[in-house]
Nanobody, 116 residues
Framework: QVQLVESGGGLVQPGGSLRLSCAASGFTFSRTAMSWYRQAPGKERELVAF????????NYADSVKGRFTISRDNGKNTLYLQMNSLEPEDTAVYYC?????????WGRGTQVTVSS
């Protein structure tokens, strides 16, 4: 049974930092590319960052390039998203995503609120 559990969200001031984690189980994590998505109120869910199975390839949405870093620890079956220089526009629910045997899986999400 595939499970993705996000953590690390919270309230942070503009310019601050947060690190999100996604604990994965029920599939071979090291053989699965992973992504972070986010959904702000009233907006569609959007791709934030992608990382290949071994972490050798990463891609980012233009809006977060240079501020966010996606990484993974295949020994711990955990995906990370380091978010720096946070802006109010980054406020959203952040979701971990995996495609396993052509089926898409999502975690329940973690809320990130950037506000003074």
């Amino acid at each position: 049974q595939v499970q993705l559990v996000e953590s690390g969200g919270g309230l942070v001031q503009p310019g601050g930092s947060l690190r999100l984690s996604c604990a994965a189980s029920g599939f071979t994590f090291s053989r699965t590319a992973m992504s972070w998505y986010r959904q702000a109120p009233g907006k569609e869910r959007e791709l934030v960052a992608f990382i290949s199975r071994l972490g050798t390839t990463t891609n980012y949405a233009d809006s977060v390039k240079g501020r966010f870093t996606i990484s993974r620890d295949n020994g711990k079956n955990t995906l990370y998203l380091q978010m720096n220089s946070l802006e109010p526009e980054d406020t959203a629910v952040y979701y971990c995503n995996a495609v396993v045997i052509l089926k898409e899986y999502w975690g329940r999400g973690t809320q990130v609120t950037v506000s003074s």
